[in-house]
């Protein structure tokens, strides 16, 4: 954006690159003489190699999820502008993962996270609104509920968004507690109202572009007051000045249940309200950051990711418990100086740019995971599932296609590991992309979501573009003509999905979500209300 200092990355390029080593894993390369360490390194994706480990047996697992955070919003991706001490030591224990891929919007993108699948696959392509009638099917297998068998403690902290009706909540999905706000901030009453002028002023189109009133919760009208909940109670509504105090009341949370449980093993899913508009940082924050509330909302998280690490440092866990910090979609560009910024990227959140999906991620795991090193292979967050289930001793699913793959190869060094051939770029339930190696290819019609009103350029585009990730991460080059056999190998991969999930249409690999009759509002006992004109018709 125009406002901020133009940032530099080395992301682009060779499918790895290295920092210099601060902390090099243990392992008997180590001590090789330097002209076989360097014969090894050009050989290794890492600088120094690591011989592919077998993990410890059922680690514990920590998820810290920032809501809005941009690729280029964070010291470890490039930053010059938000402080992030915390998530600076993170990456230099630990591993960038900087082709790491998450959904355009919020919800989808939990989705996506948390069943191992495409959320087109799972029926939650779009955001979903209070009080709304769908949510995630309780038949679907999710990460939690998958670790139970295997004696893990669970807990989500945060943002949920995979429904808001009983049956949709965490504790429904193999979370043993819950404590959050269920769904975005800026879906109250009072925030409603300033945050859709905001979006109005600056994308005319945006709120009708979220979902249709009556399909997916309340969109307009009366709105309920934000509940924060505790498993499944409302135990108090959210004013805005409230919102201030949610980052340390859920970094609280996390600290108390990581010191509840150091000796059984435990899965954590931190999914923090921030920096999601309207931005509340806490008192100790506000004011004291270079970018404005934005960048004080950012350093809070940072600060909230430092006490979760100094937690399992204190309680020595830090090397049974595998930490992966990332975004859940990118940038909100319309929000203009209450945005974060893509970095390198092009587009943001609502986009199939990469700037919309492509989140700034780190793996921490002292001792098994490579430290001060970065990878660029391509993954997903619907690869953690998968991941974490291997790490814990526990099974897949049989009968249920997931499209998350095991990425501990590429977390533990292995060379050339190759988890995937291709990644899909939904926009709702639209297939508008597919990725394969460092080539992108773009449909006609992808939409620039969010981004359109501020980036004119970004009009949706008639043609058939062809990228080169590698060595133009920006997408400002289109090279279908020089490339068509690239364009053809694309183009099967496109006809295999659209055989599945479907490009437009609903495939038959589309597993239904959960449905209620009569959905109501998440309200605190005895607070009235009553639902406005848009409320949800109970069989849409
Ligand atoms: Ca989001």
Same mark, same amino acid.
């Not at 991620?361 to 001060?372: N, R, V």
């Given at each position: 954006m125009a406002n901020r200092p133009h940032l530099k990355f080395s992301?682009?390029?060779?499918r790895f690159k290295v920092r210099p080593p601060s902390a090099v894993l243990? +392992?008997? +390369?180590?001590? /090789?003489a330097p002209s076989l360490a360097l014969l090894l390194s050009v050989l290794s994706p890492f600088a120094l190699p690591a011989a592919p480990q077998p993990a410890r047996a059922r680690p514990n697992f920590v998820i810290i999820l920032a809501d809005? /955070?941009?690729?280029?919003?964070?010291g470890p991706f490039g930053s010059k502008l938000n402080r992030t001490p915390n998530l600076d030591r993170m990456a230099r224990e630990g591993l960038r993962l900087t082709s790491f891929y998450a959904a355009p919007v919020c919800t989808p993108s939990r989705a996506q996270l948390l069943s191992g699948c495409y959320p087109k696959r799972v029926s939650l392509p779009n955001v979903l609104f209070p009080a709304?009638?769908?949510?995630?099917?309780?038949?679907e297998a999710t990460l939690p509920k998958l670790l139970k068998p295997q004696g893990y403690a669970t807990l989500a902290v945060g943002k949920w968004h995979?429904?808001?009706?009983l049956e949709f909540l965490p504790t429904r999905h193999g979370f043993d507690h819950y404590f959050g /706000?269920?769904?975005?901030?800026?879906?109250?009453p009072a925030e409603e109202k300033a945050a859709l002028q905001s979006l109005e002023r600056a994308a005319p189109n945006e709120p009708a572009r979220l979902g249709p009133p009556g399909q997916l919760g309340i969109t307009r009208g009366t709105r309920p007051p934000l509940p924060l909940v505790r498993d499944e109670q409302v135990i108090e509504t959210v004013s805005p000045p409230q919102q201030d105090l949610l980052t340390a009341r859920y970094a609280d949370e996390a600290v108390r249940f990581i010191r509840q449980h150091r000796a059984q093993p435990f899965f954590l899913y931190l999914a923090h309200?921030?920096?999601?508009?309207?931005l509340h940082p806490g008192p100790a924050f *506000?004011?004291?950051?270079?970018?404005?509330l934005y960048g004080d909302w950012v350093e809070e998280v940072d600060w909230s990711v430092g006490r979760v690490l100094d937690t399992l440092r204190e309680c020595q866990l830090d090397r049974k418990t595998l930490v992966l910090f990332t975004s859940d979609?990118?940038?909100?560009?319309?929000?203009?100086?209450n945005a974060g910024v893509a970095g390198p990227l092009r587009g943001g959140k609502?986009?199939?740019?990469?700037g919309g999906l492509r989140e700034p991620t780190i793996a921490w795991w002292p001792g098994q995971i490579q430290a001060g090193a970065s990878c660029d292979a391509l993954m997903a967050s619907f690869d953690l599932l998968p991941t974490f289930l291997k790490l814990a001793g526990g099974r897949l699913p049989d009968q249920r296609k997931l499209d998350g793959a095991d990425l501990w190869p590429l977390l533990s060094g292995? *060379? *050339?590991?190759?988890?995937?051939?291709a990644f899909y770029y939904f926009n709702g339930a639209k297939l508008e992309a597919v990725r394969s190696g460092p080539w992108k290819l773009a449909l006609p019609g992808q939409g620039a979501g969010s981004s359109a009103a501020k980036v004119?350029?970004?009009?949706? +585009?008639?043609a058939t573009r062809l990228y080169n990730l590698d060595r133009d991460i920006g997408e400002s080059t289109d090279v279908a003509r020089q490339h068509p056999r690239v364009l053809r190998r694309l183009e099967r991969l496109l006809a295999q999905m659209d055989a599945d999930l479907g490009r437009n249409q609903a495939g038959p690999g589309v597993r239904p979500p959960g449905r209620v009759a009569r959905p109501q509002p998440l309200l605190l006992p005895g607070t009235p209300f009553v639902m406005g004109d848009a409320s949800p018709s109970p069989n849409p």
């Amino acid at each position: 954006m125009a406002n901020r200092p133009h940032l530099k990355f080395s992301v682009q390029g060779s499918r790895f690159k290295v920092r210099p080593p601060s902390a090099v894993l243990h +392992s008997p +390369s180590s001590f /090789l003489a330097p002209s076989l360490a360097l014969l090894l390194s050009v050989l290794s994706p890492f600088a120094l190699p690591a011989a592919p480990q077998p993990a410890r047996a059922r680690p514990n697992f920590v998820i810290i999820l920032a809501d809005d /955070l941009g690729y280029g919003d964070i010291g470890p991706f490039g930053s010059k502008l938000n402080r992030t001490p915390n998530l600076d030591r993170m990456a230099r224990e630990g591993l960038r993962l900087t082709s790491f891929y998450a959904a355009p919007v919020c919800t989808p993108s939990r989705a996506q996270l948390l069943s191992g699948c495409y959320p087109k696959r799972v029926s939650l392509p779009n955001v979903l609104f209070p009080a709304c009638p769908i949510g995630l099917n309780t038949n679907e297998a999710t990460l939690p509920k998958l670790l139970k068998p295997q004696g893990y403690a669970t807990l989500a902290v945060g943002k949920w968004h995979l429904g808001d009706q009983l049956e949709f909540l965490p504790t429904r999905h193999g979370f043993d507690h819950y404590f959050g /706000l269920p769904y975005s901030n800026d879906m109250g009453p009072a925030e409603e109202k300033a945050a859709l002028q905001s979006l109005e002023r600056a994308a005319p189109n945006e709120p009708a572009r979220l979902g249709p009133p009556g399909q997916l919760g309340i969109t307009r009208g009366t709105r309920p007051p934000l509940p924060l909940v505790r498993d499944e109670q409302v135990i108090e509504t959210v004013s805005p000045p409230q919102q201030d105090l949610l980052t340390a009341r859920y970094a609280d949370e996390a600290v108390r249940f990581i010191r509840q449980h150091r000796a059984q093993p435990f899965f954590l899913y931190l999914a923090h309200t921030a920096v999601h508009v309207p931005l509340h940082p806490g008192p100790a924050f *506000r004011g004291k950051s270079a970018n404005g509330l934005y960048g004080d909302w950012v350093e809070e998280v940072d600060w909230s990711v430092g006490r979760v690490l100094d937690t399992l440092r204190e309680c020595q866990l830090d090397r049974k418990t595998l930490v992966l910090f990332t975004s859940d979609n990118g940038p909100w560009l319309v929000m203009g100086t209450n945005a974060g910024v893509a970095g390198p990227l092009r587009g943001g959140k609502g986009s199939t740019w990469e700037g919309g999906l492509r989140e700034p991620t780190i793996a921490w795991w002292p001792g098994q995971i490579q430290a001060g090193a970065s990878c660029d292979a391509l993954m997903a967050s619907f690869d953690l599932l998968p991941t974490f289930l291997k790490l814990a001793g526990g099974r897949l699913p049989d009968q249920r296609k997931l499209d998350g793959a095991d990425l501990w190869p590429l977390l533990s060094g292995h *060379r *050339r590991a190759q988890v995937h051939s291709a990644f899909y770029y939904f926009n709702g339930a639209k297939l508008e992309a597919v990725r394969s190696g460092p080539w992108k290819l773009a449909l006609p019609g992808q939409g620039a979501g969010s981004s359109a009103a501020k980036v004119p350029s970004e009009t949706p +585009s008639p043609a058939t573009r062809l990228y080169n990730l590698d060595r133009d991460i920006g997408e400002s080059t289109d090279v279908a003509r020089q490339h068509p056999r690239v364009l053809r190998r694309l183009e099967r991969l496109l006809a295999q999905m659209d055989a599945d999930l479907g490009r437009n249409q609903a495939g038959p690999g589309v597993r239904p979500p959960g449905r209620v009759a009569r959905p109501q509002p998440l309200l605190l006992p005895g607070t009235p209300f009553v639902m406005g004109d848009a409320s949800p018709s109970p069989n849409p």
